[in-house]
């Protein structure tokens, strides 16, 4: 029998999501088709009914979707709750579940590039959208000792802070003049869509990496300004490990089957090889 898995965003058609989940089926001889659908931006939600209707087993959702999937969603996972967003849509009698497996992914991904967990950590976030969303309520489980989000709008960044009430977390606007000393620095503006750099007034101080949660060919903007900045020192990563993990995450949920870390980071080393042809 063979499953029937897909990604919905829109736009959708740079999507490496079909090539990595074939990738997991190939390697645990499981037998799937896993299609990437442009949604409708106004009709989201009778797009994944139809799907359910249709027998899918499972959908992963990216950008502009991630709340409608939440909303939508007949139970959710605490993940998603706390996060106000779902990626992942599981199957069920009933209707869509819906998890988010972006924390999870972010992670396990940091782990790798700090060969080191975030307990004690102080972490500098600049962006407040739904990509922080997501991921807050994992990096907020790791028990970091300070994270400091940094938006554009003041006004944002503040509402997102308010919402957990957690004395761990403080928000500024981008030209804030940063106190003290981060380990961390995570990207999750859209200037390295632009092929730019967060409009910081003043430069931070960061002390282990500079992480991008958006991925390209080459090293993004901000990384490569975190190179002119910090030096070799200081490592730089951007956001293609966290995809392969997510993604991980997400097949794991639908087939409950372990993916292995030996295969994620070979699915990521193809992917990088494939985006730099």
């Known amino acids: 029998m063979t499953d029937q898995f897909a990604v919905l965003g829109n736009p959708i058609k740079h999507s490496l999501s079909p090539h990595i989940h074939q990738q997991f089926a190939q390697h645990h001889n499981h037998q799937i088709v896993y299609e990437k659908i442009e949604a409708p931006r106004d009709d989201f939600k009778a797009t994944v009914t139809k799907l359910h209707q249709q027998g899918y087993s499972g959908l992963n959702v990216t950008l502009p979707f991630k709340l409608e999937a939440h909303a939508l969603a007949e139970s959710l996972s605490e993940r998603a709750t706390l996060a106000g967003a779902a990626n992942t849509l599981i199957r069920t009698e009933q209707g869509w579940r819906g998890d988010n497996t972006d924390g999870i992914g972010l992670i396990s991904d940091l782990e790798a590039v700090l060969g080191d967990g975030l307990h004690n950590m102080h972490i500098l976030i600049l962006g407040a959208g739904g990509s922080v969303q997501g991921i807050l309520p994992a990096l907020l489980e790791q028990q970091p000792a300070?994270?400091?989000?940094?938006?554009?709008?003041?006004?944002?960044?503040?509402?997102?802070?308010?919402?957990?009430?957690?004395?761990?977390?403080?928000?500024?606007?981008?030209?804030?003049?940063?106190?003290?000393?981060?380990?961390?620095?995570?990207?999750?503006?859209?200037?390295?869509?632009?092929?730019?750099?967060?409009?910081?007034?003043?430069?931070?101080?960061?002390?282990?990496?500079?992480?991008?949660?958006?991925?390209?060919?080459?090293?993004?903007?901000?990384?490569?300004?975190?190179?002119?900045?910090?030096?070799?020192?200081?490592?730089?990563?951007d956001g293609l490990g966290m995809l392969v993990r997510q993604a991980a995450a997400s097949y794991e949920l639908w087939t409950d089957t372990y993916i292995n870390d030996e295969l994620v980071d070979s699915i990521q080393a193809e992917l990088r090889k494939k985006l730099a042809d």
């Open 146 to 237: 300070s994270i400091h989000i940094a938006n554009r709008t003041l006004a944002k960044a503040e509402e997102l802070v308010g919402h957990y009430q957690d004395e761990t977390l403080t928000a500024s606007g981008l030209d804030y003049k940063f106190p003290q000393m981060y380990d961390l620095m995570i990207n999750a503006t859209a200037a390295s869509l632009d092929g730019e750099a967060p409009a910081l007034s003043h430069t931070p101080l960061i002390s282990s990496a500079c992480y991008d949660l958006f991925y390209a060919a080459k090293p993004t903007a901000f990384m490569q300004w975190g190179k002119t900045i910090y030096g070799v020192k200081v490592k730089s990563s």
